[in-house]
């Protein structure tokens, strides 16, 4: 257990909806990390987070975004969903911007049908 | 940009030791992370390569050469729980302290009797 936690853990809806991904880091860890798992594509770097601010980007949609609230979870919120964003989401979380370990959470699968 | 190329799959006997190779192009390069991953699961923190040379943790080890954009990771005495994914991750920096982390698509290990 890494003591990142993910809500949900499964999650299927249609084309067209909004869904919101929900992260709580590890005690005492400032940064959040999202990340994009597909069967083609490898884990994919989204978005992070650190201390409520944005810090850096990576092959993030548009019609995904993202959040980290004063008490340091996040949530990462895909609207306009297309078959192609069934995957799994992880969340990472790290003590500072630059630590040598990030530490993941187990995931959320979303499904798009 | 970044490119990691490691191998899709490899197959060892349980007992052996298996070398798993990633190279690597980046620019602002900020260390080597391998990650270990069991389907459907969180990756899960293996080891980190700064500078060059080997670093060893048990029946694991990693090297790092940052002039060839090469390193690999040496499991040893393979167990069967050892069959997984095993993700070459590499830490680039973008501005001030922000940096991003970027994965191969994985080696698939299959260990076997």
């Known amino acids: 257990d890494s003591g990142v936690t993910q809500t949900p853990k499964h999650l299927i809806t249609a084309t067209g909806q909004r869904v919101t991904l929900r992260c709580s880091p590890r005690?005492?860890?400032?940064?959040v990390y999202w990340y994009q798992q597909s069967l083609d594509q490898g884990l994919q770097f989204l978005i992070q987070?650190?201390?409520?601010?944005?810090?850096a980007k990576g092959n993030i949609l548009e019609r995904f975004s993202a959040q980290q609230f004063p008490d340091l979870h996040s949530e990462l919120n895909l609207s306009s969903l297309e078959l192609g964003d069934s995957a799994l989401y992880f969340c990472?979380?790290?003590?500072?911007?630059?630590?040598?370990?990030?530490?993941f959470g187990p995931g959320t699968r979303l499904t798009v049908t | 940009g970044q490119n990691i190329d490691q191998p899709t799959e490899m197959t060892a006997t349980e007992g052996a030791i298996v070398q798993i190779n990633c190279t690597y192009q980046?620019?602002?390069?900020?260390?080597l992370f391998w990650y270990q991953q069991h389907a459907g699961e969180a990756p899960t923190f293996l080891s980190y390569?700064?500078?060059?040379g080997l670093e060893e943790k048990g029946r694991f080890s990693s090297f790092l050469s940052r002039s060839k954009g090469y390193s690999y990771l040496l499991l040893k005495e393979l167990q069967m729980k050892d069959s997984a994914s095993y993700l070459c991750?590499?830490?680039?920096?973008?501005?001030?302290?922000?940096?991003?982390?970027?994965f191969g698509t994985g080696t698939r290990l299959q260990v076997t009797l």
């Open positions: 990472a979380s790290s003590v500072g911007t630059g630590a040598t370990e990030q530490y």
């Open positions: 005690s005492g860890d400032l940064s």
């Open positions: 987070y650190y201390n409520g601010e944005e810090r």
């Open positions: 980046t620019s602002g390069f900020n260390g």
């Open positions: 390569n700064v500078l060059d």
């Open positions: 991750a590499v830490r680039a920096l973008l501005w001030g302290t922000a940096s991003k982390l970027t």
